[in-house]
């Protein structure tokens, strides 16, 4: 059974930083493409940020470039989302994803296969 499992979340206040985890169970976690996904309330999922399979290529949406970090250490079996400089705008549930095939946009929440259930950051100003 695949299993992923975020955790790291928080109430934080605006300005500082934080680091999400997913521990990824149930397949070969070096074979996956991995992916981080975030919905804010009333607001459509949005990309956050992606790490190729073979960790050096990397994809940021547009409200993480330059503040967020994705990385992974596939010997633990975890992905990474270090989040700095958070701004109220950055509250939402954060969702980690994964997926094998290699002929789909990382960007894309369509193209992942698995799902955690999420962990909440909320940023106060």
């Known amino acids: 059974q695949v299993q992923l499992v975020e955790s790291g979340g928080g109430l934080v206040q605006a300005g500082v930083s934080l680091r999400l985890s997913c521990t990824v169970s149930g397949l070969t976690f070096s074979y996956y493409h991995m992916g981080w996904f975030r919905q804010a309330p009333g607001k459509e999922r949005e990309f956050v940020a992606a790490m190729h399979r073979r960790g050096g290529l990397t994809f940021y949406g547009e409200s993480a470039k330059g503040r967020f970090t994705i990385s992974r250490d596939n010997a633990k079996n975890t992905v990474f989302l270090q989040m700095n400089s958070l701004k109220p705008e950055d509250t939402a549930v954060y969702y980690c994803?994964?997926?094998?095939?290699?002929?789909?946009?990382?960007?894309?929440?369509?193209?992942?296969?698995?799902w955690g259930q999420g962990t909440q950051v909320t940023v106060s100003s």
């Open positions: 994803a994964c997926y094998i095939h290699d002929n789909r946009d990382l960007k894309s929440g369509g193209s992942y296969d698995y």
